[in-house]
């Protein structure tokens, strides 16, 4: 893969690091990581807000609300997101409530989704639905949902179910969100062809922590 395509996909990438086990010096390790690649964000856990800020330049830093199951409430995730921002996140990643979800009760992920809209003005918020637990009319309902609330982008995956990112679900999601809602595809994505598919298929955004790494390798 020649250099001025590894770059495009690099400047897609939230490159991320939500270990529980993480430390700072991994944290500094990833901003170190994505400054040299160029890529779009560091993705960290709400705790490593402020130190990765204090570690890039060039990259925003963005991080994880309701993460990983959604179960919060809606008053926690308003918080978290507050707090976060404040410390100096650029993007936040919500998980939406998949308890409401299997109930059906669409109104309220609109609403929820819509008050973390509200505390992160000015801000990426980007809707986290956890594809691998849906149905594709679940999935469909949800597209319409984050359209309507007012996010940037509705994404695929947290990582840490049973499965990631499918090129199908990205493929769906195109079919069914709005025109201002971007897709990103996270979850399973390790090397650059994983990352260039997904990007070929209308994601606009890869979460994944090792295809930087990887590359950086070679």
Same mark, same amino acid.
């Given at each position: 893969?020649?250099?001025?395509? &590894?770059?495009? !996909?690099?400047?897609?990438?939230? +490159?991320?690091?939500?270990?529980?086990?993480?430390?700072?010096?991994?944290?500094?390790? &990833?901003?170190?990581?994505?400054?040299?690649?160029?890529?779009?964000?560091?993705?960290?856990? #709400?705790?490593?807000?402020?130190?990765?800020?204090?570690?890039?330049?060039?990259? $925003?830093?963005?991080?994880?609300?309701?993460? #990983?199951?959604?179960? +919060?409430?809606?008053?926690?995730?308003? @918080?978290?997101t507050k707090d976060a921002i404040e410390k100096g996140a650029d993007?936040?990643?919500?998980?939406?409530?998949?308890?409401?979800?299997?109930?059906?009760? @669409?109104? @309220?992920?609109?609403?929820?989704?819509?008050?973390?809209?509200?505390?992160?003005?000015?801000?990426? &918020?980007?809707?986290?639905?956890?594809?691998?637990?849906?149905?594709?009319?679940?999935?469909?309902?949800?597209?319409?949902?984050?359209?309507?609330?007012?996010?940037?982008?509705?994404?695929?995956?947290?990582?840490?179910?049973?499965?990631?990112?499918? !090129?199908?679900?990205?493929?769906? @999601? $195109?079919?069914?969100?709005?025109?201002?809602?971007?897709?990103?595809?996270?979850?399973?994505?390790?090397?650059?062809?994983?990352?260039?598919?997904?990007?070929?298929?209308?994601?606009?955004?890869?979460?994944?922590?090792?295809? !930087?790494?990887?590359? &950086?390798?070679?």
């Amino acid at each position: 893969m020649d250099q001025k395509t &590894l770059s495009y !996909i690099f400047s897609k990438i939230d +490159h991320t690091l939500l270990s529980v086990t993480a430390t700072k010096e991994d944290l500094a390790l &990833l901003c170190k990581e994505a400054e040299k690649a160029g890529a779009a964000s560091v993705c960290v856990p #709400p705790c490593f807000v402020s130190d990765a800020k204090k570690l890039v330049s060039t990259v $925003k830093v963005c991080t994880v609300i309701g993460f #990983p199951n959604g179960y +919060h409430t809606t008053a926690s995730k308003v @918080f978290e997101t507050k707090d976060a921002i404040e410390k100096g996140a650029d993007e936040v990643d919500m998980v939406v409530n998949i308890n409401r979800v299997k109930e059906g009760d @669409f109104a @309220f992920v609109e609403n929820e989704i819509a008050a973390v809209r509200k505390a992160s003005e000015g801000k990426i &918020l980007k809707v986290i639905i956890e594809t691998c637990l849906l149905t594709e009319e679940e999935k469909i309902a949800l597209c319409g949902a984050v359209t309507r609330a007012g996010a940037d982008y509705i994404k695929t995956s947290t990582g840490f179910s049973k499965a990631g990112a499918t !090129i199908e679900d990205v493929l769906l @999601f $195109k079919a069914h969100i709005g025109k201002n809602v971007k897709i990103k595809a996270a979850g399973g994505i390790r090397s650059a062809e994983d990352a260039l598919a997904f990007l070929s298929a209308g994601a606009d955004r890869i979460g994944a922590s090792a295809v !930087i790494k990887n590359s &950086l390798k070679k």
